[in-house]
């Protein structure tokens, strides 16, 4: 049985991995500094799965902690999902995730290096291409400049990865992710957003359930059918699964390069009003909402070419928007 490192494996994509690792019959090892995740999820994942994976409180910032877990642990493979997400907050205070992102990527990479812990999976995001020039967005996209620091700090991580991969036995698969959303169907782990959500599904959720007032939608004059901004909105679930599919492929080595990139989305861009009214529909409940300015450094459109992960990593969404969405509002009714 593999033993894979899953940091940051109790936030919300972090634990729907977990999950689908240890279905997979996987040995799961969790580090997370509970800085913006609870402890109490790890209770849900062992009541969903039936196995409780270990659990160390490490701040990844911490080297002599890093070491010494790697010195007592072995480990056959390395899901990263540990980093600070916020893009507003990012731009408000970069050092603290140039540190946090980077400095605690670098601290893991040379324990892994150094004890020849050679399988890595990165979580990176879309973010990276900006406002791609050409939809849907392949992989060959280029690479804009960061939008904000949250998103250089994503662009900064494949880069180290890259380099590491090209002078040591490192094998690596970023995963650029699009919009993930939802809960698992259990509803008993979900999306835990800390303060005012910031992301569009839980704002939603929370309006529906009246802890909010409305939802502003950030703009209305787009250059899209219905004037709103348009993404490509992925099923958590499934997001989760291309992860244990990237990690099965390494530790078998089937991957063609030591570094590749995959884009993680449906291939399905909807715009915000689209959302809306599919959660309108398939809740049954009414959303008050109103038009808003847009939001700084908000793109018109993204959604994902998902050719080269379907064909080559043999991952595909299978879940839907509504899917999703119903999810999400299960979860949010048990808050
Ligand atoms: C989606 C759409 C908003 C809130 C960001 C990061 C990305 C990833 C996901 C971390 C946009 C609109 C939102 C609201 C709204 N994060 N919106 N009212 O900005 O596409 O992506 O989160 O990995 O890296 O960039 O996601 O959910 O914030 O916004 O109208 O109250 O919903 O303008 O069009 P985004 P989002």
């Not at 109790?10 to 634990?15: C, K, Q």
């Not at 056959?76 to 995730?97: C, M, N, Q, T, W």
């Not at 939008?147 to 698969?173: M, R, V």
């Not at 995959?262 to 049954?284: C, P, R, W, Y």
Request: charge should be negative; aromatic fraction near 8%.
């Amino acid at each position: 049985m593999h033993k894979i490192l899953v940091t940051g494996g109790l936030g919300f994509i972090g634990s729907h991995t977990v999950v689908e690792l240890q279905n997979e019959g996987f040995e799961v090892v969790i580090i997370d500094d509970l800085s913006n995740s609870t402890l109490d999820v790890l209770d849900k994942i062992t009541a969903i799965t039936n196995v409780k994976p270990s659990f160390f409180k490490i701040d990844l910032k911490d080297k002599t902690a890093v070491t010494n877990f790697f010195n007592e642990n072995t480990i056959d493979g390395v899901i990263h999902f540990a980093a600070s997400k916020a893009v507003g907050e990012s731009v408000e205070k970069p050092l603290r995730y140039y540190e946090n992102n980077i400095g605690s990527l670098i601290y893991l990479l040379q324990q892994m290096n150094a004890k020849n812990v050679n399988n890595f999976i990165f979580s990176s995001s879309c973010t990276v291409y900006g406002q791609a020039d050409e939809l849907p967005i392949t992989e060959n996209a280029p690479i804009k400049p960061a939008e904000s620091p949250y998103g250089n700090t994503k662009q900064i991580g494949e880069e180290i990865i890259k380099d590491t991969t090209k002078i040591s036995e490192l094998k690596a698969i970023a995963l650029r992710y699009f919009n993930p959303i939802g809960a698992h169907e259990s509803a008993k782990i979900g999306e835990l957003p800390i303060g005012v959500p910031q992301n569009l599904i839980p704002f939603v959720t929370q309006t529906a359930a009246g802890l909010r007032n409305e939802l502003s939608v950030f703009g209305s004059d787009y250059p899209t059918p219905d004037g709103t901004a348009i993404r490509d909105y992925i099923h958590v679930v499934d997001l989760a699964k291309a992860h244990i599919i990237a990690m099965q492929r390494l530790l078998k080595n089937n991957q063609k390069k030591s570094f590749e990139v995959f884009n993680i989305g449906t291939g399905k861009g909807n715009s915000v009003l689209e959302v809306i009214q599919s959660f309108e529909k398939v809740t049954g409940q009414k959303l008050n909402y109103k038009f808003t300015d847009r939001r700084e450094g908000d793109i018109t459109a993204a959604y994902a070419d998902t050719t080269i992960a379907n064909n080559e990593l043999g991952w595909k969404a299978k879940l839907t928007l509504e899917d999703a969405l119903l999810s999400a509002w299960k979860w949010q009714k048990t808050l």
